[in-house]
């Protein structure tokens, strides 16, 4: 059953349905298998049954005698597509029901379990105004590709379109500077608040790093739905000479969405990335985050793409240990290195650290790519108990102010920082280029570019590097992988995809 199907058949069922039996399941898991069981089977089914227990029960036979007549593979791919679900989603139910009621016409039921998965307050915060269902699926899915997570929504939004032209290159080496800029707000209208007037001072931004040596600059087709690469191709376009051109340096990601289950899906989906970023061949192309399935068909297809010359190199994000070797032994088959891991790490979130990843990434001559390096601001000294950042970031800012640890972390670093002449966030930045990794912080204004990259003027000593690392090993308010809604493991190979 196509995502289309899905959309219509879920229709009657959310509106008939929902509010009369969300209330008799406290297991949201089994709360989730019955939702989708009643979509994929029959929605008036549920009538039938007494209680939670028995419609739990009946639903599951009825999938049985359904599945019986429908083809192997069709069958396989839903059983899978409906379990790996159900897995991601066992927190969604509680804000679902508080929100279904303001919620536009024909809601996809897969929709809401992603948005809920990521953030149930901001799942709220987008029910709250009545507003047209196209609106609704743009604003909640960007805003779940801000969080980088996985997300799901219509295949045919126009904004992920793939290309079909045919663009052929040399693939050439893949140099990157100490820094980066993250363009993750490049576009983004929900998390980071992205408003097109404010498009020149992006423009600001590329071009000081440009100017500097270091317009290395980290996207996605998740984006702001490919506004940040359509940005980005722009301001590359809009350079003096081609030497400048050159040295524009773009890595951009493929996102593992449900649906596409074919290495081609991921050439297509690099061709029309390059096509945002005005035709040349992308510098790094990378797979967003870990599938639920179809993984191995997605380390083919950035090995096509870089056969093909569409990419001069290739990575991976948000992969664990076990998936890194996996994918490395595959590509390395082909003659291909992988390049990259693109993983969170700050002070805040220290667990690559901690569970070998950072090492396994060493060992193997991986790059590390640390996004959020400043921990989503709050490594900026910015904010404090009095003063929260807006948006879904405030929830998060409650339970850090919470602990002592962190303001004693904040206190370390502005000690370093005032010791330095510096600010804050460079101490954050100096922390994880220490580490050994290359940190991509976002910047949307010319201060704050001017801020990261100055990190480079000054680096810590062995003593300060002591200081932090006892400091920050202490805080235990930040997000922890259990949040993340990453598929920890393939379920058609069984393989471990993610742990940090």
């Known amino acids: 059953m196509g995502i289309e199907e899905l959309l219509d058949e879920t229709e009657d069922w959310v509106h008939m349905s929902a509010l009369q039996t969300c209330n008799a399941f406290e297991n949201k898991t089994e709360l989730f298998w019955v939702a989708v069981e009643m979509v994929v089977d029959n929605t008036s089914q549920i ?7 028995d419609t739990i029960e009946g ?72 507003r047209s269902r196209r609106d609704f699926v743009v604003d909640s899915v960007s805003s779940i590709a801000t969080a980088s997570t996985l997300s799901v929504t219509t295949a045919s939004y126009a904004g992920l379109s793939n290309a079909s032209d045919d663009i052929i290159s040399t693939p050439k080496q893949l140099t990157l500077p100490p820094i980066g800029v993250g363009a993750w707000a490049w576009g983004d209208s929900v998390f980071w608040g992205y408003d097109q007037k404010n498009d020149d001072e992006l423009k600001e931004v590329f071009d000081y790093a440009l100017k500097n040596n270091l317009s290395f600059f980290d996207t996605a087709e998740l984006y702001g739905f490919g506004r940040s690469e359509q940005l980005l191709g722009k301001f590359r376009a809009q350079c003096q000479t081609k030497e400048e051109e050159d040295r524009v340096i773009i890595a951009s990601k493929f996102a593992a969405l449900p649906w596409r289950t074919k290495s081609d899906d991921v050439v297509k989906a690099c061709k029309a990335s390059m096509k945002r970023l005005g035709g040349k061949p992308i510098d790094l192309y990378q797979i967003h985050f ?77 790059k590390v790519l640390s996004y959020s390096p400043l921990a989503l601001g709050f490594l900026t000294g910015k904010y404090n108990k009095s003063n929260y950042p807006s948006g879904p970031r405030s929830k998060i800012a409650e339970q850090l102010f919470k602990d002592d640890s962190f303001e004693q972390l904040l206190m370390t670093m502005n000690e370093i920082s005032t010791k330095h002449e510096a600010s804050v966030s460079q101490v954050a930045l100096n922390w994880a280029i220490s580490k050994g990794t290359i ?22 000593s062995e003593d300060e590097m002591k200081s932090l690392d006892q400091a920050s090993s202490k805080v235990t308010g930040f997000i922890t992988p259990d949040k993340n809604p990453f598929p920890r493991k393939d379920v058609n190979t069984g393989l471990k995809m993610y742990d940090s």
């Open 47 to 53: 009538k039938h049954f007494k209680n939670a227990e």
């Open 59 to 130: 639903m599951k036979k009825l999938t049985i005698q359904k599945e019986a007549e429908k083809k192997a593979k069709k069958s396989q791919l839903i059983r899978a597509r409906n379990a790996a679900t159900a897995e991601a989603t066992a927190g969604w139910a509680p804000a679902f029901l508080a929100g279904v009621e303001t919620a536009p016409a024909r809601p996809s039921l897969f929709l809401f379990a992603s948005i809920l998965v990521v953030d149930p307050h901001l799942c709220s915060s987008l029910s709250q105004s009545p």
């Open 290 to 366: 870990p599938g639920s399935w179809s993984n191995e068909e997605y380390w083919d297809g950035i090995a096509d793409a870089y056969e093909q010359g569409l990419v001069n190199a290739v990575g991976v994000s948000n992969y664990g240990v076990d998936a890194l070797r996996a994918c490395h032994a595959e590509l390395s088959r082909r003659g291909i290195k992988l390049a990259t891991n693109q993983i969170q790490m700050s002070l805040l979130y220290r667990w690559p650290l901690e569970n070998g990843l950072l090492d396994v990434c060493k060992e193997l001559d991986v």
């Open 439 to 460: 940190p991509i912080p976002g910047a949307r204004n010319l201060k704050q570019v001017k801020q990261n990259l100055s990190c480079l003027d000054w680096s810590l």
